[in-house]
């Protein structure tokens, strides 16, 4: 416990809440409580968003210059940094996944991610010149025409339980940059991370009202965020499922909403290339328990391949180190709850009862008596209709499905409500491009992986609406204003 970090109540608007009640946070590798946080009441709520919208209506971080926006920001890293140990000791604890995920992926990588948006800020401009045709220059009054890119105003940031920190990150660094007052909420699974934020914002200098951070037990204040009209955007990620909620609750004030949803990603292989799939298919379990939206847990392999992929995957699912997140050669800790276990438990049992078979996995460890643990498991499905191909599980559930040529496997690839992300190997590149191109999916990783400040990220069909990182991810938290400028003529 002393080496978690000390935040355990709301920061509203400059200060510490003490209103609330106390609700515990859940240590999914041994089903025993973490700590106790003071959890939002109503007034705390209203007071997050009465903060946030005071200060953007004030002007007092809106009008600041960019310059000394993206300073404070790069400070709120630099504190966040300084936490070290602390900050990996608290994520470790609250979502069961590995310290190496913790401090490589979610501290580093989320560090990364943030000072690499502000440098994508800096070199950006809040205005540009607009082209129009030479005639309307010459013929009217206009002598110019300006794109001006100005903050949407109070932001509701609502992030996963699966990677707090970083996804924490991709949403306030740049409605921060971009002049934005934002309310985060962070999952009421994983809360306690996302605390040290307020702490951050206050050793950065960040006025009053402009970064609160509101932990709750239940969704009672993320609904009232998404409903206030107050508030001018809501960017979520998390289930398909809840941002449709969050869609039709922000339909009745018009707002704003980026939605990073569900996924049930791709990896295609060609057949020159199905000796990488075991090591793709490690990548799905490793260190997140496949608690990822990317995960890309359909593999389609050439049908005459397919007996021989699965053997290599369920050896290399056998190899993987299943344990509590804190040892060091842990590869798979515990999924986030009971009811996260249940639901891997579920699939695997209608996979079975729909064609399937379990290669590997597919059960609780027996070494493991406490901890919501699930074993790393490759299922045999026999066509993409398998309900572990066609649901998001978000768990270690590995589903292979052969396919007879490179047509009938992007036909397969395409038919989901989801797409968010994919991945094709094949050592002829020009080939596994061309299949690339053809995938509807906001993100097509060929032979490589890439998550990038630089590299914009969203989904087609179900998976979401608009984007997140690069250029277009702090675009998406600023309003495009045209301005029409000529002289006043007798």
């Not at 690499?116 to 030479?134: A, F, T």
């Not at 990317?294 to 993987?320: C, H, I, N, W």
């Not at 050669?329 to 064609?355: D, Q, W």
């Not at 978000?394 to 589903?399: D, M, R, T």
Request: charged share 20%; with cysteine; proline share 6%.
């Amino acid at each position: 416990m002393s080496t978690l970090i000390g935040e355990r109540a709301s920061y509203l608007a400059g200060r510490w809440s003490s209103d609330g009640v106390p609700f515990e946070v859940e240590n999914p590798a041994d089903e025993q409580p973490v700590c106790e946080v003071l959890g939002a009441s109503e007034a705390d709520a209203d007071e997050a968003i009465a903060g946030a919208r005071r200060s953007f209506d004030s002007g007092v971080w809106a009008d600041r210059d960019r310059r000394e926006r993206a300073a404070a920001v790069s400070a709120l890293c630099d504190y966040v940094e300084s936490l070290g140990d602390s900050l990996v000791a608290t994520m470790v604890a609250e979502a069961g996944q590995p310290t190496r995920f913790a401090e490589t992926t979610q501290l580093r990588g989320g560090l990364s991610l943030a000072r690499g948006l502000i440098d994508i800020y800096r070199s950006m401009s809040d205005e540009q010149v607009n082209q129009v045709p030479l005639d309307e220059l010459t013929d009217g009054r206009l002598a110019l025409s300006v794109r001006r890119w100005e903050p949407a105003g109070v932001v509701a940031a609502i992030t996963p339980y699966n990677a707090a920190i970083i996804m924490a990150f991709q949403k306030i660094v740049p409605a921060l940059l971009a002049g934005n007052s934002v309310v985060l909420r962070p999952s009421p699974l994983t809360p306690i991370s996302s605390l040290a934020l307020g702490s951050a914002a206050d050793a950065a200098g960040i006025p009053p009202g402009v970064l609160s951070v509101v932990a709750e037990a239940g969704s009672a204040v993320a609904e009232r965020l998404t409903q206030d009209p107050r508030v001018d955007m809501v960017s979520f990620t998390g289930s398909t499922a809840v941002g449709k909620q969050i869609l039709a609750q922000g339909a009745h004030t018009v707002k704003r909403v980026a939605l990073e949803l569900g996924g049930k990603s791709a990896q295609i292989y060609l057949p020159d290339a199905v000796d990488r799939a075991p090591t793709g298919a490690a990548a799905v379990v490793a260190m997140t328990s496949g608690q990822a939206c990317v995960a890309a847990t359909r593999m389609f392999v050439p049908q005459e391949s397919k007996d021989e992929v699965l053997a290599k995957v369920a050896g290399m699912y056998g190899a993987l180190a299943v344990g509590p997140p804190t040892e060091p050669t842990t590869l798979i800790g515990p999924v986030i709850n009971a009811s996260a276990r249940a639901r891997c438990e579920h699939y695997v049992e209608l996979a079975t009862e729909c064609g399937g078979t379990v290669a590997f996995g597919g059960k609780r460890p027996a070494h493991l008596a406490h901890g919501y643990y699930f074993e790393p498991t490759v299922l045999d499905v026999p066509d993409n209709s398998n309900p572990a191909a066609r649901e998001e599980i978000f768990g270690p559930v590995l589903s292979v499905i052969g396919y007879r040529d490179l047509d009938h496997a992007v036909d397969m690839a395409n038919d989901s409500i989801y797409g968010l992300s994919a991945q094709v190997y094949g050592t002829d590149v020009a080939s596994a491009s061309a299949v690339a191109r053809r995938l509807r999916s906001g993100a097509v990783n060929v032979n490589i992986g890439l998550f990038s400040a630089y590299a914009p990220g969203g989904g087609y069909k179900q998976s979401g609406l608009g984007r997140e990182r690069g250029v277009d991810g702090i675009r998406a938290f600023q309003e495009l204003k045209h301005l029409a400028i000529g002289e006043l003529r007798p």
